[in-house]
């Protein structure tokens, strides 16, 4: 893929598994891991069979996005997974980089027992209140979603970083406006990323539609990503402004 006229400096996108990529990476090289890891919420379907666009597109018969991987794992085996990518997350950051972790409520506890098991200290739990959701009678709504945060040891409190929000209030991106069908809104990922220290590196071992990326460049962050699947991290690659790291190739 060539490069666009506009692009972001400061950011790669890698195509191919996180966990492989990032044994190829530099160690001790970002000072943050922020990422939307798949929640593997969609495990009950999977065992029919279904695809990810069953629960998550709202127009399923004239849906355009791609399905995406790692949704349909049962929850220990995606525990085990996200403990060996956070452990080799550790390994690339900084002491002292922070982690930041998207998940619903039912993957919580696991993923705090991931982080933990791979080293990092858990530092806490923000929420991102959605606004909106499905109304189900007599049931409290499920409008939150959760991220996880923690460091590589200590996190003195003189670092340069601001006070950031404990609640995070910004509405879904549209369905017609999506490139991915669980994007996340670059006005919050722009909030999200402030937790890095400025002019930091990130890396996002779960791209998906580049957000994470697209927003640590616009607030100044040199960034790395990686996806798996070729559409879409083709996708973007066109949305960020960058060419496309081919992972049979030499990083």
Known sequence: MTRPAIGYEGIKLYKGDALAVMRRLEPGAYDALITDPPYA?????????????????????????????????DQRTWTLFMADVLREGRRLCKPGAVCALFIDWRMLPSLTDAMQRAGWI??????????????QKGRFRQQAEFVVWGSVGRLPVSRPVPVLPGVFRHANVAAAERVHQVQKPLELMREVVKICVPGGRVLDPFAGSGSTLLAAAQEGYAADGIECSPGIARTAAERLGVALIETDKEV
Not at 126 to 132: E, I, N, Q, T
């Open 122 to 135: 858990w530092r806490g739990v923000a929420v991102w209140d959605k606004l909106s959701s499905r109304p």
């Open 41 to 73: 919420a969609g495990v009950s379907l999977a065992a029919k069979g279904a695809s990810t666009a069953a629960k998550y597109c709202e127009n399923k018969r004239a849906n355009l996005l791609p399905d995406f991987d790692g949704d349909g794992m």
